[in-house]
């Protein structure tokens, strides 16, 4: 009897301990940035601007603004995924930029050449300093403005759309919250007490108030594909959901030649610089329409 108890006595504590441990380190898991650059747009024929967007909070963040060669073209603010840095993203913004667009990508605080440490709030605080910069600084009308988000960029492009008025919002490639991916990583620990983060991409997409694509591979080996299907249903019409190609790292734009057709004809529907009250006015249709046809998933398959 003394040594099942001394047996059950040591499982506890080492189960304790492994709890700490991972609440201690969740930080580790979340982010991967790194500090060099390998390439700019100018490597890839783009012209563009080399820009430091400054924080509410003091933060420098590392921009480029990659502008169209089209009149009054839609604009991408681009929320990349929680490893590398911008360069690593470049080939989305020639594809971006290809298809006529602008696109604004920045380095989250902590990554690349921007300064800080990544958190929650402050990646949240980054993503609108870009905002402010468009709007701000560029001059850019928010109808214009398309937000898109891919992998952890989607949640905190999810949570930027919440709290202003984009033409639309993408998210590729994402999860539905942070607590949801912990308990698939670590199914064996008491996840939704131990996480800190919570980037809940599904909960904001309730709150957004835009149209909406979400665009996933059933074969993502990274972030299930039910994941993203509950980040859909969360959300109200105008919404679209694209089946997409590839794995986590191997899928999205690049690879996927039907995902590029569906996301430039998305974002020219939407992303036109209209007034708001125009805009206001085609949603509210759509959304009547969706509900009159008793619409739900609209997808490309």
């Keep these: 009897m003394d040594i099942m108890f001394s047996i059950i006595k040591i499982g506890a504590v080492a189960y304790a301990g492994l709890c700490m441990l991972v609440f201690a380190r969740q930080g580790s898991y979340v982010y991967y940035p790194d500090r060099e650059e390998s390439a700019t747009p100018g490597d890839l024929g783009m012209r563009y601007d080399e820009d430091v967007i400054k924080t509410e909070d ?26 590398g840095d911008r360069a690593d993203r470049l080939h989305i913004v020639l594809t971006l930029h290809e298809m006529g667009f602008g696109v604004l990508l920045f380095d989250y605080r902590g990554y690349g050449r921007s300064t800080g440490k990544p958190s929650e709030k402050g990646t949240y605080a980054d993503a609108r300093a870009a905002w402010r910069y468009l709007v701000d600084l560029r001059g850019i009308d928010p109808g214009a403005i398309v937000i898109y988000g891919r992998s952890l960029g989607g949640a905190i492009a999810a949570n930027l759309a919440t709290e202003t008025s984009p033409a639309a919002l993408i998210v590729e490639s994402t999860f539905s919250s942070a607590p949801d991916m912990a308990g698939m990583m670590f199914p064996y620990l008491p996840c939704r007490w131990l996480c800190r983060y919570r980037y809940d991409t599904e909960a904001a997409v309730r709150r957004v108030g835009c149209p909406l694509m979400v665009a996933h591979s ?55 610089g209209a007034s708001q009250q125009d805009r206001a006015g085609r949603l509210a249709m759509e959304r009547a329409d969706a509900e009159e046809r008793g619409e739900g998933v609209s997808s490309v398959e």
């Design 58 to 83: 003091g933060e420098s963040l590392a921009a480029w603004f990659v502008p169209s060669s089209e009149t009054a073209a839609p604009v991408i603010l681009l929320c990349h995924g929680n490893a």
């Design 218 to 272: 059933p074969v993502d080996g990274m972030i299930p594909f039910r994941q993203a299907e509950a980040v859909f249903d969360a959300a109200a019409e105008p919404k679209q959901f694209v089946r997409t190609i590839g794995d986590h790292n191997s899928g999205g734009l690049d690879a996927d030649p039907e995902y590029r057709e569906a996301l430039k004809t998305f974002v020219l529907k939407h992303g036109v």
